[in-house]
């Protein structure tokens, strides 16, 4: 059977199903690179079935609350994944209601350990391509926070821990910026971490995905060729065309789709509604045939910034984001609670003849609930006030009373 797609309004998912890597959280210098196997053994996903199904339902669930905001002049770009692994690092400060709508949101119930297999999956860094995941909890300077807590988030996720003035808004904004452009190769375009006034406490995931296409297209056979919108316009775009034989292709009563493989284990889908809808129903499940495919798809490169408070509620997540339930505990004092204010996600895939690049980070923004102080205290010496000096045991040394300053 001989099949021609020309891949017009496509819907682009990524599949990083990857099993070769180290199973680290940061990045692996170019010099520590493995010499690229392609008949090395996958090693087994260290998750359940009904973990991954879950994972999909949760894939399933979010990007359909974003395409259905999606108007036809717009791209859009989400990387669940990392959404996913930022919302797991709350699990060590969130209690009672606020954890059973966590874990029961997000389908799991041992957050770490879905974690840890998920980034273990998709690591991996070889001459090919490269991919791993960072993790990272900020944290205001002179508050008191449950360090046993804090200390779980950097363990359990491999997170960096940095201590900053998040009332100095402009140069932790520009900290966070930095450290999300190292994190990602500097591959996403113009980072910008906008802070909630609030913010005492955040929690960032990064992920980095490059890899090459185990058939790379020609750039010879790269021709111009028209583009219908999701406006109906047509513009001319550069379209990359190869024939594949033995490509994994699916037609249904909605969609054709085919999945093309990445060299590091990763699949690529790209599926085309029948009528140029973005919420296609695209099935997993669906067997894929090996077909001869002559096909073209347009070189693209999509850029998104998303607000997913509105999506995690969708989730059925709604008392982590109120101030009067919200069981939020990284203070010192149990009694002092915490609220999410903002969850951010920027994120960027391109495809070329070569291959795929990806890059998103996540943010998570907390502050204290409105029982603990919401902004700086103005504290001014300006009449008499006492002093007292003591040792680094609590013992005083000296005791002072000031009325007058000469």
């Known amino acids: 059977m001989f099949k021609k797609i020309m891949l017009i309004g496509l819907l682009a998912l990524v599949g990083c199903q990857s099993t ?4 680290q959280l940061t990045e692996v210098p170019a010099d520590k690179q493995e010499v690229f196997d392609p008949h090395k053994p996958k ?38 994944m990392s959404f996913f692994l930022a919302m797991s690092m709350l699990e060590p400060i969130a209690f009672e209601q606020s954890l059973a709508e966590l874990s029961a949101g997000l389908g799991q119930q041992d957050l770490q350990k879905v974690s840890q297999a998920m980034v273990k999956s998709l690591t991996f860094n070889n001459q090919v391509g490269r ?75 990064t992920i980095y995905f490059k890899d090459a296409w185990v058939e790379k297209f020609h750039e010879e056979l790269t021709t ?27 037609q249904t009563d909605t969609y054709q789709a085919v999945a093309n493989r990445l060299h590091n284990g990763g699949v690529m889908y790209f599926v085309l509604p029948n ?42 997540i709604e008392q982590l984001f109120d101030e ?30 070569a291959g795929v690049e990806a890059a998103a980070y996540t943010i998570i923004e907390a502050a204290p609930t409105s029982a603990q102080p919401q902004e ?4 001014i010496f300006d009449r008499p006030f006492m002093t007292i000096l003591t040792d680094g045991h609590g013992l005083v040394l000296f005791v002072g009373w000031v009325n007058t300053i000469e």
Do not use: C
Not at 45 to 73: C, I, R
């Open 20 to 23: 070769i890597g180290t199973g």
């Open 43 to 80: 090693e087994p996903l260290d998750l359940s079935e009904a973990e991954v199904l879950a994972y999909q339902q949760f894939v399933d669930v979010t990007t359909k609350y974003l395409l259905n905001d999606l108007n036809a002049n717009e791209n859009m770009v989400y990387s669940p």
């Open 131 to 205: 991919s791993f995941v960072a993790n990272s909890l900020w944290f205001q300077k002179g508050l008191a926070f449950n360090q046993q807590r804090l200390l779980a988030i950097a363990n359990q996720f491999k997170a960096e821990s940095l201590e900053v003035d998040f009332t100095d808004k402009e140069k932790t904004q520009q900290l966070m910026n930095d450290w999300i452009n190292k994190k990602t190769e500097n591959f996403i375009k113009e980072v910008d971490v906008d802070l909630d006034a609030r913010t005492v406490l955040a929690l960032i995931n």
């Open 224 to 250: 111009k060729d028209e583009f219908t919108q999701g406006n109906g316009s047509k513009v001319q775009v550069d379209f990359m065309n190869q024939r594949f034989f033995g490509m994994g292709y699916v």
């Open 275 to 316: 009528d140029r809808v973005s919420n296609v129903e695209f099935d997993w499940q669906e067997p894929l045939k090996y077909e001869l495919i002559n096909w073209s798809i347009p070189k693209f490169d999509l850029s998104s910034t998303h607000k997913l408070v509105p999506v995690a509620k969708a989730l059925g």
């Open 324 to 353: 009067s339930t919200a069981d939020l505990r990284p203070f010192e004092a149990d009694a002092d609670r915490a609220v999410i204010t903002n969850i951010s996600q920027q994120a960027r895939l391109s495809i070329d003849e």
């Open 376 to 379: 700086p205290i103005d504290l």
